[in-house]
């Protein structure tokens, strides 16, 4: 894999300290209860740094209460998980690390195209080609629209141009397919190729396995709260 995950215009090729771990993620017996239902029960998982992983599972399996998980928007009931080197209890550090693509798009809605995607950046305290990610999701026109009059598929895009402005080391994507048209699928295809080449460790979640494989071969199934080798790269 990269060694370096390119920081977005940053201009160079950076390695944080946190790649130096050999794996992007370690689960040892994780369980998580959501009210009364034991959502995900006793997770093992093993995923290298810069590896692509594809998450199937049915409507209600658990792979958007996972993504959480990982990104630190949920704490495990029990069990154990390093991310990048760090505890996954580590709320702020596991933060600093990743980024969640949510299947809504996760976007302010009284910010504009231009303006959601220059506050990520500020949040993160980087900096990039925002109108360059924005003209190659084909939103250049929507670049001054609020988010909140954009359509389910301009929503997608501009969540996709985020994530791949962004580049964080380890990238959750949330079914990224979903309500885009031929073109938008293609284009979700190719950002999320680069990402990997730049080192990033993705794990998208999908009820689309053959575009999500094409980009992150290897393939966990969530049934039964338990994750399933069904493909391994
Ligand atoms: N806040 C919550 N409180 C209680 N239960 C929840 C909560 N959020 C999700 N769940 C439950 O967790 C289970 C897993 O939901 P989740 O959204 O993670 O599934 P999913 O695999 O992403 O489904 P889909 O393919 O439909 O998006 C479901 O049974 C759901 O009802």
Same mark, same amino acid.
């Given at each position: 894999?990269?060694? +370096?995950?390119?920081? *977005?215009?940053?201009?160079? %090729?950076? *390695?944080?300290?946190?790649? &130096?771990? *050999? ?40 792979? %958007?209460?996972? =993504?959480?998980?990982? $990104? &630190?928007?949920?704490?495990? %009931? ?7 080197? #760090? ?12 980024? !969640?693509?949510?299947?809504? +798009?996760?976007? #302010?809605?009284? =910010?504009? +195209? &231009?303006?959601? =995607? ?20 084909? @939103?250049?026109? *929507?670049?001054?629209?609020? $988010? ?9 895009? @501009?969540? /996709? ?18 309500? /885009? ?5 293609a284009?979700v295809q190719e @950002? !999320? ?7 990033? %460790? =993705? ?7 053959? /575009?999500?494989?094409?980009v &992150?071969?290897?393939? @966990? ?13």
């Open positions: 894999m990269a060694a +370096g995950v390119k920081e *977005a215009g940053g201009g160079g %090729t950076v *390695a944080p300290p946190e790649l &130096a771990s *050999a794996h992007a993620l370690q689960l040892r017996g994780v369980w998580l209860r959501l009210g009364r239902e034991a959502v995900l029960r006793g997770l093992e998982v093993d995923i290298p740094a810069g590896q692509g992983v594809t998450l199937l599972g049915e409507n209600g399996a658990g792979k %958007t209460t996972l =993504l959480r998980l990982l $990104a &630190a928007g949920l704490r495990p %009931t029990r069990g154990e998980g390093r991310l990048l080197g #760090y505890d996954l209890r580590d709320s702020r550090a596991v933060r600093g690390v990743t980024h !969640l693509m949510p299947v809504d +798009g996760g976007l #302010y809605p009284d =910010l504009t +195209g &231009a303006e959601n =995607l220059r506050f990520a950046l500020q949040m993160h305290g980087q900096s990039g080609d925002v109108a360059g990610a924005l003209r190659r999701t084909g @939103l250049t026109g *929507a670049a001054e629209r609020r $988010a909140r009059f954009f359509s389910a598929g301009m929503r997608k895009r @501009l969540a /996709l141009a985020r994530a791949h402005l962004l580049a964080r080391p380890l990238t959750l994507v949330d079914e990224p397919f979903a309500n /885009l048209d031929e073109g938008g699928r284009l @950002l !999320l190729t680069e990402l990997r080449a730049q080192g990033v %460790t =993705l794990i998208i979640a999908a009820h689309e396995p053959a /575009l999500a494989q094409a &992150a071969p290897r393939t @966990l199934r969530l049934a039964g709260g338990q994750l399933h080798e069904e493909h391994r790269a």
